[in-house]
């Protein structure tokens, strides 16, 4: 598995475990729960960074074929 992936699967992971983790007390830490939702977004953002886009660069010159 390559590192980059296991960081950011890590990340995921122990992100949304502090998140259920605050949510599940009645006194909750504020904090804590914005701390692992934090976590989460930044492993969900490293993740959609290396997904490649649906659209080809090259189909949005097809346009212009009028000219």
Do not use: C, H, W
């Amino acid at each position: 598995m390559n590192t980059s992936r296991l960081i950011n699967l890590l990340l995921i992971i122990s992100g949304g475990f502090v998140a259920i983790y605050a949510r599940a007390g009645m006194d909750q830490n504020e904090y804590v729960l914005i701390g692992g939702i934090v976590i989460l977004m930044i492993g969900v953002y490293r993740i959609s960074k290396n997904i490649p886009s649906k659209n080809d660069p090259d189909s949005s010159t097809d346009n212009n074929e009028d000219a």
